[in-house]
């Protein structure tokens, strides 16, 4: 634990030879280490609740310590005698089912537990308080962080260890020689300083896939007009710097560069059209975030800029359409208030929320601690907390009337529209036959009512229930295509018994509700109101990083536009390299500080400080662009290296997690760039930018599954109708938190439900199988294969292309000839085999269990989209030569060399 | 401070995200043994059966009872309820939902009770066949949880955390033990097929790598997803595929040496394909016998459902795999419980007390645990429904229907109590956290040292630390 003050006892000794009134060795590691051991890891369970003390043990004094607890008595403590008492061998972890403390991850260091016994055979002096104060501020070492105060003053007085502020301080920056890279001063000197050599650079093949992938989320020679790996080649060839410059610019300027930096950036903000939970209710106009956030990246929008809006953009003082649609993201959590829940409850759960979704975001800090007790490692009390939470306390969501924006993509409104309609209208025929049914048999109930009294099937009851459930729920969801955004604004809180259709801004905010009373909640219970409290943010990141103050308004005041200002500020320590750090992250799939949303005590430390620091100066005199900050890290030697060492042994040994970048680390594709690649290279995918999400093919049994929501069943997932509908980008499918794309999840895209500061790689089994069999991967290498026989006639041609498409290079001989012999075999085969057009029928029998009678019963959904459900490239529409192809396609979309980038 | 996580390290591709083939073969503790081992020299096939400490069960079969069962018409009768039937109920407190306010009464069980067994069990006489097994039970009427919504008491009760996102008390338990079978995943799940609300993140993997999720294993089509290729694919030609796919693979891998995860994505390709064989044995029930079959009711409308699950679940851990959980529902009788719950009991009682039976027959009952209980109990009073009233229940997070048997527990006991009415649960009353800690330590692992470090902190089932509940084991 690092922010113990490390004071060995040799230095203890140092003083003893002092005066008589010189405090004595043992009360002075008291003072210095145990007093904070007891409070930190034993003082909560064994006396802080006087209610429920453990195993009857009080640690708060010598005199209750002496007396001991239930199972262990007097010999607890048994002063001068240290290794027979027992509350040195506790943390020893000797006694099984009394180590102490319980969990492992807090248990005490060798060190920690000698100072135990040490101050044990001294005698267990236990000094009073002045003493101690004295003796700390005499002795200790480390260093007190100003706060806005802990719970106790043990806490507002406790030291830290000075590596473990490094986030709060002002940027230190260095000078860096005018003729130098400023990413490779600083890296290669730490490779000097480990000896270790740095790997040569990239070859021009890897480099072009890793830009491309890297600014796009695209493989190179698959979009036209971009250049193409050879012609990066031959540029590379003649001025690598002037290649890669020029490349990296090409790049920035497409718009796909703003789809992948969104979709990294909407990872952190948890981005989902669904609200989650019991009814995971559509969000019909969250669309039109995730929209904002492609435009800001593609627009370069200065990063203080969309900090703002993303905060405060409707307090704004140039409030417009765009800065309040960015508003949406306060509310990308999931969130719901149902008639079983209490609005109270659900209210603190968003307020928590918000708090700890900001903190991670913007400033680095998982908040989340703090909200039962002061923050046990970072320097950020309960109150920040609170304060910080009382930003939020006059937040409100609404669905507010905002224009469409000239350039917000409108085309899928109209097949988004038709298709609710009509699902809307099957419904309504199905209820209004129903009801005819129901008005016929229908008897009336008396006294206690028994299944069947009322004349009524309870399966007809169920699915009346359930069919009134949908059309609420598709009437909702029709508002996607109105100009309305997602969004909030600052009043009074309304009491809601439920929220389950749009919710609009009260003419006087201050009319109605309350307004809240902001205070501390002791342990995090909503109904515990302690200490009042004001808006507010993280003092510790003021007080070390000498940040200019002003205060934040109270009452009707503009109290996130306050906040936003206050991350936005030049002088906020965390700011820049919070963001800093996340752009390096994505492209070298590690942070310099390890941990992207966490730059607290227990974050990884940042492995290259300086030029951290160094980054996050020149970001802010870069005008906060993120486009400039992209060119500058990308044009760096260290990240045009190759993966491959030509000394791995002695990188292992020195370098064992890979920390200083003498090689470029391989990634796998993300789950959204293996499925847009795969687009891209079959000419499928339809470049357009933004609008209503789309809802692609899925797993055609996971689509038409049944799944619960409350009182009822959700309707059947229909992809739209058309390919170019279908085939967009990944970022813009429908984000439904109930029903994940299985394709997605199999490949590592973190749920919706947390902010992922990174992506993990797992390889599994299932991820073959898929790739392998999935309809969604045969259909792409049957596209494939038709787009190379359409475009090259010479078998040699089409299996060099197909190559180069999706690999990037020419095939070898070896490679040429195993490919043609497969393609031989395999069209030899389809020669002699038939195949059927699919069908698709526009109505699915489900089943489900009827609550009345816990019995199934089956009902009919009509799915209209089936209706003019134009399938992709089927077999039925090629032949053999095309479906032999196919099957080497498919082999080549499932390559290590496809799915990694060197 | 130095925070990994034993099985995860994030700089480099490390090997260990890559062992891998559907499931975790080797769990975290497991793992850090083994690699011990490697690094001592020693032989490294596998790790050792003790975790943290001796373990009472080695795997897990985890029946969710989906929708809220009531305790009051299962197995804790409150004959007080017929007492005070249709009187007028009154309930107060702050955290008033919908649903508990407007006119209410009391509603008795319409259920007959028996006592069961040597133990005398109180059971729901419904449950004919279940009532010959209470010898081998321990009823548990002292757990809470926090919430009366679905899908947050789902996730509470599968996760340790009402709002979801963390990983179910199954990948925990992967995660710490691992699977004993390198072709399946350690963490299978047999759902219903319509999934419970709150959907798959009530199997998730939370914050682990992937592998940890509950793989489910579905009722109807194909039982893991594209586990075969369109029909018009033949096994022959999907083997010829491979092996230009492992062709190309191994020719691009000579070119880079030490890439491991690309060794590893290579051989994931060769354990699918063996999957695709050994998932459909394990589905295909053929070498069952008739009498197997007979007894978990398969071949029965009513139970065949769930009798398939439940013969499926044993011969799951037979093969190695460490945790499965079967859903049943829904259980959420508002109405007509005893239409509703009459059913749903019948659907499960035959299969619940064939798989007891089974394991018990076979050995494996005292090294399996298996547990029962839904996301929350039922209130012992009702609101008005649609103008009359009827016997049904409102949820009640305050008190629940659980059940335990084998791996370590106390078989023939009922522990812990309700008040008279059974609104509450007095005695020996426990939070859903200490029945995770206690199903944990019965496996041999301790909550407390059974952590992940994610966001800032080092997780754990419980949240924030829980303790055993020691009454419930043997």
Redesign the interface.
């Known amino acids: 634990m690092r922010i113990f003050v490390f004071f060995s006892l040799s230095l203890a000794f140092g003083f003893s030879a002092f005066a008589a009134d010189e405090p004595s060795v043992g009360e002075k590691l008291f003072a210095l280490q145990i007093k904070k051991i007891f409070l930190d890891k034993c003082v909560s369970c064994h006396g802080a609740d006087q209610t429920e003390i453990a195993g009857g043990l009080d640690m708060r004094t010598r005199e209750a310590l002496l007396k001991g607890g239930e199972t262990y008595g007097t010999e607890v403590l048994i002063p001068h005698n240290g290794r027979k008492s027992f509350l040195y061998v506790a943390t020893t972890r000797a006694e099984p089912g009394y180590e102490m403390p319980p969990k492992e991850a807090e248990q005490l260091t060798t060190e920690e537990q000698n100072w135990i016994r040490q101050w044990i055979d001294l005698g267990s002096p236990w000094p009073s308080v002045k003493m101690v104060e004295h003796i700390q501020n005499l002795y200790a070492q480390g260093k007190t962080v100003a706060t806005t105060g802990g719970l106790a003053d043990e806490w507002t007085n406790r030291r830290y260890q000075s590596e473990d502020l490094w986030a709060y301080r002002p940027l230190q920056v260095e000078q860096v020689p005018a003729s130098a890279h400023p990413v490779d001063w600083f890296i290669d000197r730490k490779l000097q300083q480990m000896e270790l050599t740095a790997a040569p650079a990239a070859n021009a093949r890897d480099l072009a896939r890793r830009l491309s992938f890297g600014l796009t989320g695209l493989p190179p020679n698959t979009q036209s007009g971009w250049p193409t790996v050879s012609e990066f080649s031959a540029a590379y060839e003649r001025d690598p710097d002037k290649a890669v410059t020029n490349y990296v610019a090409d790049l920035l300027a497409t718009r796909q560069y703003g789809e992948q930096f969104a979709r990294q950036w909407l990872d952190v903000a948890r981005y989902a059209d669904t609200a989650g939970f019991a009814n995971d209710y559509a969000r019909p106009n969250a669309w039109r975030y995730r929209d904002y956030v492609v435009r800001a990246f593609n627009q370069d929008k200065p990063y203080t800029q969309f900090v703002q809006e993303q905060i405060a953009g409707d307090e704004l003082e140039s409030a417009t359409s765009e800065s309040r649609i960015a508003t949406g993201f306060l509310r990308m959590g999931p969130w719901e208030q149902t008639g079983m829940s209490v609005f109270r409850v659900t209210r603190q759960q968003w307020l928590d929320d918000i708090t700890d979704s900001v903190g991670q975001t913007f400033l680095a800090h998982s908040l989340q601690c703090a909200k039962c007790h002061d923050h046990k490692f970072d320097p950020i009390p309960t109150r920040d907390y609170y304060r910080m939470m009382a930003v939020f306390s006059t937040t409100q969501f609404a669905e507010i009337d905002t224009p469409f924006l000239p350039n917000e993509n409108k085309t899928g409104f109209k097949q988004a529209s038709k298709w609710i309609q009509n699902k809307i209208a099957a419904y309504a025929n199905q209820r209004d036959s129903l009801n005819q049914k129901i008005a016929k048999l229908k008897k009336s109930e008396n006294g206690v009512a028994q299944i069947g009294d009322n004349g009524l099937d309870p399966g007809d009851e169920n699915s009346l229930a359930r069919i009134k459930k949908n059309i609420a729920r598709h009437t909702w969801e029709r508002e996607k295509t109105e100009p309305i955004a997602y969004s909030v604004y600052t009043g009074n809180t309304i009491q809601r018994v439920k929220v389950n259709s749009r919710v609009v801004v009260p003419a006087n905010p201050w009319n109605k509700g309350n307004l809240e009373k902001d205070t501390i909640l002791t342990g995090g219970d909503a109904y515990a109101a302690g200490d009042p409290v004001t808006p507010g943010a993280l003092s510790a990141a003021e007080s070390l990083g000498q940040m200019s103050m002003s205060p934040f308004p109270t009452e009707k005041g503009q109290r996130r536009l306050a906040l936003a200002n206050w991350i936005t500020s030049e002088s906020n320590p965390l700011t820049a390299r919070v963001m800093v750090n996340r752009v390096w992250s994505w492209h070298f799939g590690q942070g310099i500080a390890g941990n992207p949303n966490n730059f607290g005590g227990t974050g990884k430390p940042p492995s290259h400080p300086e030029l951290l620091d160094y980054l996050a100066n020149w970001f802010i005199n870069n005008g906060w662009s993120v486009k400039k900050l992209n060119s500058l890290i990308l044009t760096s030697r260290a990240y045009r290296r190759s993966t491959q060492h030509h000394d791995l042994q002695t990188l292992l040994k020195k370098d064992p997690n890979q920390g200083f970048y003498a090689a470029f680390h391989p990634r796998r594709l993300t789950a959204e760039e293996f499925r847009d690649a795969m687009l891209a290279v079959s000419t499928e995918l339809n470049p357009a930018v933004g609008g209503v999400p789309c809802r692609p093919d899925i797993n055609s049994e996971v689509a038409m599954q049944p799944r619960q929501i409350m009182g009822g069943t959700a309707s059947v997932y229909e992809p739209d109708p058309l390919p170019e509908q279908r085939n967009r980008r990944s970022i813009y499918t429908e984000k439904i938190r109930g029903l994940r794309d299985p394709f997605m999840e199999l490949f590592n895209q973190p749920g919706p439900d947390r902010s992922c500061e990174l992506r993990e790689t797992s390889t599994v089994a299932p991820q073959a199988l898929t790739l392998m069999n999935a309809d969604e991967v045969q259909d792409r290498s049957l596209a494939f294969a038709a787009r190379l026989i359409r475009e090259h006639e010479t078998d040699l041609a089409i299996i060099q292309e197909a190559f180069r498409i999706a690999l990037g290079r020419q095939p070898t001989a070896a490679e040429l000839g195993q490919c043609m012999t497969h393609w031989k075999s395999c069209t030899k085969r389809e020669l002699s085999t038939h195949h059927e057009p699919p069908h698709y029928p526009t109505e699915i029998v489900r089943t489900v269990m009827a609550e009345k009678t816990g019995e199934p019963y089956n009902f009919v959904e009509f799915m209209p989209n089936f209706e003019s459900y134009v399938p992709d490239l089927q077999p039925s529409q090629t032949d053999p030569r095309t479906r032999g192809l196919a099957q080497v396609c498919l082999v080549i979309l499932n390559l290590n060399e496809f799915a990694y980038l060197d | 401070?130095q925070?990994t996580n034993r099985q995860h390290?994030?700089?480099?591709?490390d090997r260990r995200?890559?062992l891998?083939?559907?499931?975790a073969s080797l769990g975290s503790v497991a793992l850090s043994s083994l690699l011990q081992a490697e690094e001592d020299g020693s032989p490294s096939n596998r790790a050792t059966e003790t975790v943290h400490?001796p373990a009472r069960a080695k795997r897990c079969i985890f029946l969710m009872l989906e929708?809220g069962p009531s305790h009051l018409d299962t197995f804790d009768p409150k004959p007080e309820l017929n007492q005070r039937h249709?009187q007028e109920f009154t309930r107060s407190g702050?955290?008033?939902?919908?649903?508990s306010s407007g006119k209410r009464y009391f509603v008795k069980s319409p259920f007959d009770f028996i006592k069961a067994g040597e133990c005398g069990a109180d059971i729901n006489s419904t449950f004919e066949h279940l009532q010959t097994c209470v010898d081998d039970i321990c009823f548990y009427r002292g757990a809470f949880v926090e919430s009366?919504?679905?899908?947050?008491a789902c996730y509470h009760v599968n996760t340790g955390n009402r709002?979801?996102?963390d990983p179910a008390l199954g990948a925990w338990v992967t995660y710490g033990l691992g699977t004993d079978n390198n072709n399946l995943p350690g963490f299978v799940v047999l759902p219903?097929?319509?999934?419970?609300?709150?959907?798959?993140?009530n199997w998730?993997n939370g914050?682990f790598?992937?592998?940890y999720?509950g793989?489910p294993l579905?009722p109807?089509?194909?039982p893991?997803?594209?586990?075969?290729?369109?029909a018009?694919?033949t096994r022959e030609?999907?083997r010829?595929?491979?092996d230009?796919?492992a062709?190309?693979?191994r020719?691009?891998?000579a070119q880079?040496?030490?890439?491991s995860?690309?060794e590893?994505?290579?051989n994931?390709?060769e354990?699918?394909y063996r999957?695709?064989t050994e998932v459909p044995d394990i589905l295909d029930l053929e070498g069952e016998s008739a009498a197997t079959l007979q007894m978990y009711g398969i071949g029965q409308t009513k139970t065949e459902p769930f009798g398939r699950k439940c013969l499926l679940a044993r011969r799951l851990i037979e093969k190695g795999v460490r945790f499965v959980q079967i859903y049943s529902?829904?259980?959420?009788?508002?109405?007509?419980i005893?239409?509703?719950?009459?059913?749903?009991i019948r659907?499960v009682d035959q299969p619940i007390a064939a798989l007891l039976k089974d394991l018990k027959q076979r050995g494996l009952l005292k090294d399996t645990l298996v547990v029962c209980c839904g996301e929350f109990g039922r209130t012992p009073d009702n609101g008005q429904?649609?103008?009359?009233?009827?016997?049904g229940r409102d949820?009640n997070a305050d008190a629940m229907a659980m059940w335990f048997a084998g791996g370590g527990t106390k078989a023939g006991h009922t522990i812990g109590a309700t008040d008279e009415i059974g609104a509450k649960a007095v005695e020996c009353r426990h939070h859903i956290r200490d029945v995770h800690v206690t199903l944990l330590h019965l496996l041999g692992l301790?909550d407390?040292?059974l952590?992940y470090?994610h966001?800032?902190?080092?997780k754990?089932l419980s949240q924030f630390?829980g303790q055993v509940i020691n009454e419930l084991i043997s």
């Open positions: 401070m925070i390290l994030h700089a480099t591709p995200d890559f891998y083939g559907l499931g400490h929708g249709l702050k955290q008033q939902s919908a649903m009366v919504n679905h899908p947050t709002f979801g996102g219903r097929t319509s999934y419970p609300q709150g959907g798959a993140a998730s914050f790598p992937a592998q999720q793989t579905r109807e089509g194909s893991i997803l594209d586990l075969n290729p369109p018009r694919i030609r999907q010829d595929n491979l230009l796919l062709a190309l693979n020719a691009h891998l880079r040496p030490g890439r995860d690309l590893a994505r290579l994931s390709y354990l699918a999957m695709q529902g829904n259980w959420d009788s508002h109405d007509y005893q239409r509703a719950h009459g059913s749903l659907a429904r649609s103008g009359g009233k009827s016997y949820h301790d407390n040292r952590t470090y966001a800032g902190r080092f754990q630390g």
